[in-house]
């Protein structure tokens, strides 16, 4: 079983200074609206500066207190490979009273500096009561997020940002979120509540997806995390934001059509109409919010669209498949465009760069991996990806390579088909046994491309299309494959 490393340990101080970060991105929005009141508009630049500020003074006397106390660690290691730490209860409160003392004294300091350059510049000071209460919300503020940052340093990362802590702190924001809208200054949310929303979301995406990796690799016997698991742990955390965000617009986008017939009612005789009835969600962007129920109107038709051809034909799902199909393609053909723009450039050009006049071996090592050898090579035992296909195709240098990395990799599909090709079939006598045993009729053509692109130098590469309707016939196999392994 893995135990702490010197790697390990500075890994893991990484990710805990991201969920610290993340957990200072939701403190600092409270901290923001509870100055707005005192500082108005410089109340995101306070938030901003002193929140940061205080948390990690107060993560620092926790630090420190552990150092100088030696506080042990148990023998139990979680899955994050994090010692838990005993904290006693009095070294707690010592640490919590430390800060609060410091807070308080850089309060004071702070608006006693203020008040001196207020009197500099304008030549009259705070009012007593003003300087006072200044004094108060500011020491309040930086004692709270003192006292935050105390209780992070012993926590794990994972218990600070994560599954454990997200109903919370999403419960914050959406406090926060809606008194600012309705009782604020513009009656709209702030650029800095919206900044601190994509941080914490930033945030939470690092954290689950290193809890999606470390899981599993902690409990295997290498301990080692392929890149398939984490690209397996980030398309978990994407799926999941991906769903919070089509909830979170089927809900903006019914308000807005309930919003707008009663907008319509009892705002339809002022004089700027347009303004009065446009003022959801955002209040002074009646443009945008007329954008949105635009965008609302044709989600409410797709949805009644949907539901009325799932009614009439239960097989719908075809021409979704059908449709993503299509956007793969493009998607697929603007990746192979953007790799294969710098190797056209140079034909262009007529010139070759000089690693390849210089070395030789480079490209022809290309080439063996990609050309050269034969289907009889292409034969593999594992199953793989559609997205780890792809990514090696886009890396190759050239149409003909990638065509030629296609087609071997649809060969390896049709050896573990059991259909008679083994791996000392000729690409001829593949083609003839794919054409009468397989629905795949342009076989013909693709082995002349692969052909021409493997043993003629002088013929032109194949085309984007013509590599795009390969690398479907490509995917449409893989994912064959992998259902029937599942």
């Known amino acids: ?38 500082a108005g508009n410089a109340s995101a630049f306070l938030a901003l500066v002193f929140c940061p500020l205080g ?5 620092l006397v926790e630090h420190l207190a552990l150092r100088l106390t030696r506080a042990k660690e148990s023998d139990e290691i979680d899955f994050s490979y994090e010692s838990k730490i005993r904290i006693p209860r009095r070294l707690t409160f010592v640490c919590w009273l430390i800060t609060i003392v410091l807070m308080v004294l850089l309060a004071s300091a702070l608006v006693t500096l203020i008040n001196r350059l207020r009197i500099r510049l304008l030549g009259t000071p705070l009012e007593r009561k003003v300087l006072v209460a200044y004094q108060i919300l500011l020491a309040a503020l930086l004692s709270v997020a003192g006292c935050i940052g ?41 650029w800095f509540f919206v900044a601190c929303i994509v941080v914490y979301m930033i945030c939470v995406a690092v954290i689950m997806n290193q809890m999606y990796v470390i899981q599993p690799s902690y409990f295997s016997p290498t301990c080692h995390a392929t890149d398939e ?10 799926g999941m934001f991906g769903t919070c965000l089509k909830y979170l617009w ?37 443009v ?36 993503k199909t299509f956007f793969r393609r493009i998607w697929l053909s603007i990746r192979l465009l953007v790799a294969s723009a710098p190797s056209e450039l140079r034909r262009l050009r007529k010139t070759k760069p000089k690693a390849e006049q210089e070395d030789t071996r480079q490209t022809q090592t290309v080439y063996e991996d990609t050309v050269i050898l034969r289907p009889r090579k292409a034969q593999r035992k594992e199953v793989m990806r559609y997205g780890s296909f792809s990514r090696r195709l886009v890396s190759l240098p050239d149409a003909k390579a990638q065509y030629c990395y296609a087609y071997r990799t649809l060969v390896a599909c049709l050896i ?52 795009v309707a390969l690398c479907e016939i490509v995917r449409a196999e893989l994912e064959r494959e992998r259902k029937a392994n599942q």
């Not at 948390?55 to 993560?59: C, L």
């Not at 926060?176 to 702030?190: D, E, F, K, P």
């Not at 989600?299 to 075809?318: F, H, Q, S």
Request: aromatic fraction near 12%.
């Open 1 to 38: 079983m893995r135990r702490n490393t010197a790697n390990d340990l500075r890994w893991m101080r990484r990710y805990k200074s991201v969920a610290v970060i993340g957990m200072t991105a939701v403190i600092a929005t409270v901290m923001e609206w509870l100055t707005l009141f005192a």
């Open 55 to 59: 948390i990690g003074t107060g993560y």
């Open 150 to 190: 105390c209780y992070l340093r012993p926590c794990a990362f994972y218990q600070i940002v994560g599954l454990r802590s997200l109903i919370e702190c999403v419960a914050v924001f959406a406090f926060v979120g809606a008194i600012q809208s309705i009782y604020g200054a513009s009656q709209t949310v702030s």
């Open 229 to 238: 698991l984490r690209h397996a742990g980030l398309k978990a955390v994407l």
């Open 250 to 286: 089927l809900l903006v986008a019914g308000m807005s059509l309930l919003v707008f017939p009663w907008r319509v009612l009892t705002c339809g005789a002022q004089m700027n109409a347009f303004f009065w009835i446009f003022a959801f969600p955002f209040a002074s962007h009646p």
């Open 288 to 323: 945008i919010n007329l954008t949105i129920f635009i965008c609302a109107w044709i989600t409410l038709i797709a949805i009644v669209v949907y539901i009325c051809l799932r009614a009439k034909d239960p097989d719908i799902d075809r021409y979704l498949s059908k449709i």
């Open 416 to 467: 573990r088909k059991y259909i008679g090709i083994d791996a000392h079939s000729t690409p001829q006598e593949i083609a003839q046994i794919v054409k009468n045993r397989t629905n795949i009729h342009d076989i013909d053509r693709i082995t002349a491309l692969f052909y021409a692109s493997a043993y003629a130098p002088e013929a032109p590469a194949p085309t984007i299309n013509e590599l």
